[in-house]
């Protein structure tokens, strides 16, 4: 496109916008008296009106311009007004006119902008029921919380190593808790949608990203009270494993991708470890119809959010501290005391110790396996205590098959020297 004068494209992609945003309009502006007042061509007109108004004045007659639709716009809502107050025709003008003009100078940008604009126009009754009849009180509180935690206190947040032996960066960790927020929350959404129709494994799945230890208590207590429930309940625990590697990887990119490069391997053996054998599990509970209630609570635990991040916090601190005293051996022997509460709390603060240069990424493998190790552990003991001895029996081996296969691809891939 080097020879095609840059006014030309310009005028291209505000004209672009418009028809895009005004096609939309135009399917659903009605017939007769009662139609709306904008379709196809008033958007295209508007978006050109746009690009026009800053190839020939600039911003201020950009403004002018988007005055000047917006008075008219106002005029026409309250001639033509009805029952119904809505307003979302008249305002998507307005912005068409600002995404001409936007076209002059970043059409790229412009031409997204108009999908997006056009996207949520023509998702009106998808975005209503889901808001109004899907979406919970709870549910909805708890966006608004994990907006305001990404948006407003993440960028407030300094990014940069501070604290006790230096280990500290307030900018990774609160990361790392918006990650288990966001994580929780699509674990609740898809407990939702996949749990009457899919049955235990895949809410077991779903739940691991909320806490496979609790799903691991949570199916026992089932199978226990429903041994009809055995095989689907053993293949929804150990497939929450799956959940605990994936999610374990994505806190690792957060905090320090070094430390997940060197980690992949072993992760990906054991998330297969976990998979094959879940999967393996599934089948046999295809044979019976396992129902699962929908969870309708709360989409996440702010308070667990912030245990994990106090967790995280305190574990990179004590490692810090033990590496300074003991080297090695210290970091490894804190991870594994973490791990005895959470998996993703010891790896994400051995990743810490590296992200902020106190450690060397292959320095983590044998602390993060460490922490993972005495996780399954604890797994383990609840899978016991659960009460039923033959879930104990079908999950305990899927748990021991993913910890060989992390350790069996550590030291294939000579990643441990011991």
Request: proline share 5%; hydrophobic share 60%; glycine share 10%.
């Amino acid at each position: 496109m080097d020879g095609i004068d840059p006014v030309v494209l310009s005028l291209a992609a505000a004209l672009g916008c418009g028809l895009l945003i005004g096609a939309e309009r135009e399917r659903r502006k009605g017939q007769g008296a009662a139609r709306e007042p904008a379709g196809i061509r008033t958007f295209a007109i508007a978006a050109l009106g746009g690009a026009l108004a800053v190839l020939t004045g600039g911003l201020w007659l950009l403004v002018a311009a988007v005055l000047v639709v917006g008075a008219l716009t106002t005029v026409t809502y309250w001639r033509t007004r009805e029952a119904d107050p809505g307003i979302t025709t008249e305002v998507a003008l307005v912005v068409t006119v600002i995404l001409g003009g936007l076209a002059v100078g970043e059409r790229l940008i412009a031409a997204g902008l108009s999908v997006a604009v056009a996207i949520l126009l023509a998702m009106k009754e998808p975005l209503h029921r889901f808001v109004g009849q899907v979406l919970t009180e709870d549910e909805m509180r708890d966006a608004l919380v994990l907006a305001a935690a990404t948006l407003i206190l993440l960028p407030l947040l300094p990014d940069r190593a501070m604290g006790p032996f230096n280990a500290l960066n307030p900018h990774t960790i609160w990361l790392v808790v918006i990650l288990v927020m966001a994580v929780g929350a699509t674990g609740h959404a898809a407990v939702r949608i996949v749990g009457p129709r899919f049955g235990l494994p895949m809410a077991g799945l779903a739940s691991g990203f909320i806490s496979s230890t609790a799903t691991i208590a949570a199916f026992g207590l089932r199978a226990a009270k429903t041994p009809a429930l055995l095989r689907p309940a053993a293949a929804g625990a150990v497939l929450s494993s799956v959940a605990t590697i994936a999610q374990m990887s994505l806190m690792l990119a957060a905090t320090s991708p070094a430390t997940l490069r060197v980690m992949t391997v072993p992760l990906l053996a054991a998330g297969a470890g976990a998979l094959i054998y879940g999967l393996a599990f599934t089948l046999l509970a295809l044979r019976g119809q396992a129902k699962h209630e929908p969870s309708t609570g709360r989409a996440f635990s702010l308070p667990t959010a912030m245990i994990f991040a106090a967790t995280v916090a305190i574990i990179t601190v004590g490692a810090a501290a033990l590496r300074e005293q003991f080297g090695q051996s210290g970091i490894i022997a804190a991870a594994a005391l973490g791990g005895l509460a959470d998996a993703h709390a010891a790896a994400v603060s051995v990743a810490a110790l590296v992200a902020a240069g106190n450690a060397a990424p292959n320095e983590a493998v044998l602390p993060i396996l460490a922490g993972l190790s005495t996780n399954t552990l604890s797994k383990m003991v609840f899978a016991v205590g659960s009460r039923s001895p033959r879930y104990a029996l079908a999950v305990v081996p899927g748990l021991v098959l993913v910890l060989a296969a992390a350790w069996s691809a550590a030291l294939i891939t000579g990643l441990l020297d011991i």
